[in-house]
């Protein structure tokens, strides 16, 4: 099933300003992990992201926002994203930002293989051209050697497992979900979820009004980010933006160098060119062929 040409052209623009998103989720994440517990953060970016949709959606769409045809997947797709959510954060704590985002981006190669088989779409050459491209730059970025942790590696490849699945359950989805909808089924399950382990680690003692700050926009950066990307995953096909979510590692490579002061080497601006060389490729082939 092909998208009308408008259709691919606003999910690209989507799924950028998704990714930026979730490129300053992640950061945020990796700033406050570590300072507080893993499971307050997780409980605390679902909560605010449940509570947000509350306000904004609740009182217009009354109980429809609870209406969805399949409870189950809705479900499972939540539990997977808090899944990569705390992976994610876990490896924050061992390895640099651009690295972890890198590693956790072999994601949308599983997403092109499983594309076929699972969702029925046609994989053209252009699309593995560009997702062998992307597969390259992450190579170049979070090549052997150096500060690269081992077990962070692991964490990493088990969420990028992860992360690909819950891509190909949000295009299974189809149009007869909601974005909304969708949305905020995440943030319940994930909200539900998390919330048994924070007595278990919490102490009591409450965040500074900066850090509470900080903490409260992990649901709203999260939020915006999973709508933003939930509608583009139903406007296009899966394998089309796949490769487009490797431009996430621009943002992280800068919001690295900005917040935590980890300067890219040259290999990780080797990587980043034929990233975006990649991504682009990607694009134009979704749109020649719409």
């Given at each position: 099933?092909?998208?009308?040409?408008?259709?691919?052209?606003?999910?690209?623009?989507?799924?950028?300003?998704?990714?930026?998103?979730?490129?300053?989720l992640d950061a945020s994440f990796k700033y406050l992990?570590?300072?507080?517990?893993?499971?307050?953060?997780?409980?605390?970016?679902?909560?605010?992201?449940?509570?947000?949709?509350?306000?904004?959606?609740?009182?217009?769409?009354?109980?429809?926002?609870?209406?969805?045809?399949?409870?189950?997947?809705?479900?499972?797709?939540?539990?997977?994203?808090?899944?990569?959510?705390?992976?994610?954060?876990?490896?924050?704590?061992?390895?640099?930002?651009?690295?972890?985002?890198?590693?956790?981006?072999?994601?949308?190669?599983?997403?092109?293989l499983l594309a076929g088989p699972l969702l029925g779409?046609?994989?053209?050459?252009?699309?593995?051209?560009?997702?062998?491209?992307?597969?390259?730059?992450?190579?170049?970025?979070?090549?052997?050697?150096?500060?690269?942790?081992?077990?962070?590696?692991?964490?990493?490849?088990?969420?990028?497992?992860?992360?690909?699945?819950?891509?190909?359950?949000?295009?299974?989805?189809?149009?007869?979900?909601?974005?909304?909808?969708?949305?905020?089924?995440?943030?319940?399950?994930?909200?539900?979820?998390?919330?048994?382990?924070?007595?278990?680690?919490?102490?009591?003692?409450?965040?500074?009004?900066?850090?509470?700050?900080?903490?409260?926009?992990?649901?709203?950066?999260?939020?915006?980010?999973?709508?933003?990307?939930?509608?583009?995953?139903?406007?296009?096909?899966?394998?089309?933006?796949?490769?487009?979510?490797?431009?996430?590692?621009?943002?992280?490579?800068?919001?690295?160098?900005?917040?935590?002061?980890?300067?890219?080497?040259?290999?990780?601006?080797?990587?980043?060119?034929?990233?975006?060389?990649?991504?682009?490729?990607?694009?134009?082939?979704?749109?020649?062929?719409?």
């Amino acid at each position: 099933m092909n998208a009308a040409p408008h259709s691919s052209g606003t999910a690209v623009l989507l799924m950028m300003c998704a990714l930026l998103c979730f490129s300053v989720l992640d950061a945020s994440f990796k700033y406050l992990v570590a300072e507080y517990p893993l499971p307050v953060l997780v409980w605390a970016r679902y909560t605010t992201h449940t509570l947000f949709m509350l306000a904004i959606f609740a009182p217009r769409m009354g109980s429809q926002l609870l209406r969805t045809g399949r409870l189950r997947m809705q479900i499972t797709r939540g539990l997977i994203l808090v899944a990569v959510t705390a992976l994610n954060s876990l490896a924050f704590r061992m390895m640099p930002l651009a690295e972890v985002t890198a590693l956790v981006f072999l994601s949308p190669v599983f997403v092109t293989l499983l594309a076929g088989p699972l969702l029925g779409e046609r994989v053209r050459a252009a699309k593995w051209v560009a997702c062998a491209l992307g597969f390259a730059g992450v190579l170049c970025i979070a090549r052997p050697g150096g500060s690269i942790v081992p077990l962070g590696v692991l964490i990493c490849l088990v969420s990028a497992l992860f992360l690909a699945a819950y891509q190909i359950i949000t295009r299974m989805l189809g149009p007869g979900e909601t974005a909304v909808t969708t949305l905020f089924y995440t943030a319940l399950t994930g909200s539900l979820v998390s919330l048994p382990a924070v007595p278990l680690v919490w102490d009591g003692q409450l965040p500074d009004p900066r850090h509470a700050m900080l903490i409260a926009s992990l649901g709203l950066w999260g939020g915006i980010g999973h709508f933003l990307f939930t509608r583009a995953y139903m406007l296009a096909p899966a394998s089309s933006l796949a490769p487009l979510a490797y431009v996430q590692l621009v943002w992280a490579t800068l919001l690295g160098w900005l917040v935590f002061d980890h300067l890219p080497d040259r290999w990780s601006v080797v990587g980043g060119i034929v990233i975006a060389c990649g991504g682009l490729l990607a694009a134009l082939s979704a749109r020649s062929h719409d």
